[in-house]
């Protein structure tokens, strides 16, 4: 295997554990309470957590179908499971582990097997996260991890630098289901598959992931997919991925022994590879569905389709290939095409890039300007929810063609995302939105401030009552006769008539009085219009626009306004000082000398006021003041330093 010297910077993506223990799940230390990361897992038991220290551990491990969760402390850079010289893959998972078989935070190197040089699972579903799997080999198949028979899933990993003498440089898998998000491909070798192989009934679903720079002696630099295998790729880049014979990028391969195998590729991004035929992607036998996919500065043709195969291209732009677009036969629809394609409403038109150089360049599309803005076909089968940059799909109406969706705006009509409380304007291109401001103590509700509702002020506000807001509106028990309610155990038919249905006269068996002991358990109390209640409604009740009993006096204003001082009732938000008409007149000197309350209306309270100079309370120490005995302080209590508490 050719070395690989490479500084490594990359973007690790944390788990957030799940329950991978139980109330009695033991967290195990390595090397502190084990010295090997195997004796750690053999001492384990499920639910357990290990956890391992940085450095660098030279073995190799099998979960021997332990429902673990193995993670290190520090992360993949500076924690290390080394296989150099074991001449075994360096973690397997091959009996029958699960998901809540959890591999974290390690790089996984110096891995040499026939089969997965640095992870191997077979019949088993582990998950893998935030892992390096870093110059591994395999005589065969899988130098970066070998699947088959398994659907693990693999979040935020590295496949640097792996080599397979076969088959997966990266990765490999068969009859297998993987779920990989987040992830990076790069620099990987084999014949078939530099960075992934997908053979035979293999279906992994991939995405927001990366394919850079991984090579194949035959096809399928970035993915070799062959024998009805049918993976689902959205929003990945394949970026500078070579094979030498067909797919730089991709290569789907059906074969003679099955007639099916039609890969979905979506909201992704081809860029720079090349191959003798197909440097984005070639097609031999099958028919995949390629939709809203860039493809640009491909060598050997964009897409290559041979032996039969009919892909479909839609809400696509394969522009600036070398070698030809679309070579072949295939389906063409809502895309722009540099040397024009057959199909509905195809472009052949200057995509306008934003800035198409450099390595990577940036291929979205300039707005306003670009044909390709807002030319899809809303209707495709598999549209993307979500373009290569996570943003939503369709944003003005109609799907864009390409990798991705335009979301920038020429005015603040295009910003109006139909929340009335909330503020939408343009600036430099881009939406922006605000929260409408209302002044304290209200809120936004449908586009208008008002106060907050329920919020225990002890006020009770407009759009408040008794009912929905005990805490703000007072309310007096008992039922009112006349409110069309009758109202059990207040109520019958005999006392209140006009709210009570019932009938007293005529045969025995037809007389009936709803209300009272009776309750609303007869059918008859609900006809005619006629309620009956359980639950009485109270009889005054502030807040539900009647000023009536009390309320006046309670200070109901959200029934009966602003209450005059002078009405003759001295109601809860008026005293002798701010009210003498109605609470009588203040005395002339202060009453109680402790009780911060203001008795005589002279504006000063309690030890304040010269009424209580003589007061034995007004006489002690305050707290902190100095002091020889408990007398001296107002707490009765003189600390050892002389000071009342």
Excluded at 153 to 179: H, K, W
Aim: proline content about 6%; aromatic content about 4%.
């Amino acid at each position: 295997m050719p070395t690989v010297a490479i500084a490594m910077a990359f973007v690790l993506i944390a788990l957030a554990p799940g329950s991978h223990g139980s109330a009695q799940a033991a967290v195990i230390q390595v090397p502190a309470d084990h010295t090997t990361i195997q004796s750690a897992i053999d001492a384990a038991t499920a639910g357990d957590e290990i956890l391992v220290a940085p450095g660098s551990y030279t073995e190799t491990i099998d979960f021997k179908g332990k429902a673990v969760w193995l993670r290190s402390s520090g992360g993949p850079e500076v924690t290390v499971i080394d296989g150099s010289g074991l001449n075994e893959s360096v973690v397997r998972c091959v009996s029958g582990e699960g998901p809540d078989t959890v591999l974290q935070g390690f790089t996984i190197t110096g891995g040499n097997a026939v089969f997965g040089g640095g992870m191997r699972n077979v019949g088993s579903s582990p998950t893998v996260v935030d892992c390096i799997f870093f110059a591994n080999s395999a005589s065969d198949r899988g130098g970066g991890m070998y699947n088959e028979l398994a659907n693990p899933s693999i979040d935020g990993c590295v496949f640097l630098g792996n080599f397979a003498t076969e088959m997966g440089g990266g990765m490999y898998n068969q009859r297998s289901s993987p779920t990989i998000a987040g992830s990076e491909f790069r620099m990987n070798s084999a014949n078939k598959g530099g960075g992934m192989r997908n053979y035979i009934d293999a279906h992994p679903t991939v995405s927001d992931s990366n394919f850079i720079d991984n090579t194949a002696g035959e096809e399928g630099g970035g993915m070799d997919n062959r024998k009805n295998s049918n993976p689902m790729v959205t929003r990945c880049v394949f970026v500078g991925n070579t094979a030498v014979s067909g797919g730089g990028g991709m290569h789907n391969y059906v074969g003679k022994a099955v007639a099916t195998g039609n890969p979905i590729v979506s909201s992704s991004l081809f860029i720079g590879n090349s191959a003798a035929d197909g440097g984005g992607m070639r097609n031999h036998d099958p028919h995949p569905v390629i939709i809203n996919c860039t493809f640009a500065g491909n060598s050997g043709g964009a897409i290559h389709s041979d032996n039969g195969s009919i892909p479909t291209v839609v809400n696509s732009i394969v522009w600036g290939n070398l070698g030809g677009s679309i070579n072949g036969s295939s389906m063409v629809s809502f895309s722009d095409v540099e040397g024009g394609h057959a199909g509905t409403e195809n472009l052949d038109a200057d995509p306008l890039f934003l800035d198409p150089s450099g390595e990577f360049g940036n291929y979205r599309l300039l707005a306003p300007g670009s044909p390709c803005l807002d030319k899809g076909d809303n209707a495709a089968l598999h549209l993307p929810a979500m373009d290569l940059d996570g943003n939503t799909r369709i944003s003005n109406g109609t799907v864009d063609m390409g990798a991705y969706e335009d979301v920038s705006c020429g005015s603040p009509a295009e910003c109006d995302d139909a929340d009335l409380c909330t503020v939408g304007s343009c600036s430099a291109g881009m939406c922006t939105s605000e929260p409408l401001v209302c002044p304290p103590g209200e809120s936004c509700v449908a586009g208008s401030c008002d106060p907050v509702l329920c919020d225990d002020d002890g006020v009770c506000e407009l759009g408040e009552s008794c009912i929905e807001c005990p805490g703000d509106c007072p309310s007096a028990p008992g039922a009112i006769c006349g409110n069309g309610i009758c109202e059990a155990g207040s109520e019958d038919c005999a006392s209140c008539p006009q709210d009570c249905n019932g009938k007293q006269g005529g045969k025995p068996s037809g007389r009936f009085c709803c209300g009272g002991a009776s309750g609303c358990g007869d059918a008859r109390c609900f006809e005619a219009g006629f309620a009956c209640s359980e639950d009485p409604t109270p009889a005054v009740c502030c807040g539900d626009g009647l000023c009536q009993g009390n309320e006046l006096a309670s200070g109901c204003e959200v029934d009966c306004g602003p209450d005059p001082c002078g009405d003759g009732f001295c109601d809860a938000n008026e005293d002798q000082c701010s009210c003498s008409q109605d609470c009588g007149a203040a005395p002339s000197t202060e009453l109680t000398c402790t009780d911060q309350l203001d008795e005589d209306c002279d504006g000063l309270i309690d030890c304040a006021d010269p009424d209580c100079s003589g007061a034995a309370a007004c006489s002690c120490g305050a707290k902190g003041s100095a002091c020889s005995s408990a007398a001296d302080c107002c707490s009765n209590r003189c600390k050892r330093n002389n000071t009342c508490r």
